[in-house]
């Protein structure tokens, strides 16, 4: 038990730790330099949330109203025919800032019918708030949609096409 505790002793005192001693005198001081180092966090790297909200999107083609031509014996447009637009909500709630690109695909036998968008390549600033100075708040953009083209008489709630939004 004797040899363990002196072994143990041996081992302690063979330990260096760094100190720095100083003989003082009496009435005398002491003093040392503090000193310290920024060591940046991991980077966490570029985060994407994005929600899309989609409004509007089951459009209404309301045709031009006309008035009976008795000298033509036809009926002629008091007005012209008209869309319902929709709007596409694009809210970042990420780290970087995104683009959103609308696209339209139109389903076999409604290739007549297109869609306009209000913006092509939509930004979308980030919701970092070291930049955007805002503590808590998304970024939203919009996008209006609107479909031109005639859609024929006596359809109803039918799939017309596919609007998709790619993120960049």
Known sequence: ??????????????VSTTAFAE?????????????????????????????ITWQGMNFTYTAADTVWNPQTHTYDPTTEPY??????????????????TPSYAAESDYENITMTFS???????????????????AVTG??????????????????IGTITIVIS
């Open 1 to 14: 038990m004797k040899k363990r505790i002196a072994m143990a002793l041996i081992m302690t005192l063979a």
């Open 23 to 51: 003989n003082i005198s009496q009435n005398g001081s002491s003093s040392a330099d503090v000193k310290a180092t920024y060591n940046d966090g991991a980077d966490a790297g570029k985060i994407y949330s994005v929600d």
């Open 83 to 100: 869309w319902s637009d929709g709007m596409i909500s694009v809210t970042n709630h990420s780290n970087d800032a995104i683009t959103a």
């Open 119 to 137: 913006d092509r390549s939509l930004k979308v600033a980030t919701a970092d708030n070291g930049i955007n100075g805002e503590a808590g708040k």
């Open 142 to 159: 919009n996008i209006t949609v609107k479909p031109s083209g005639e859609l024929s008489k006596g359809v109803t709630d039918t799939k």
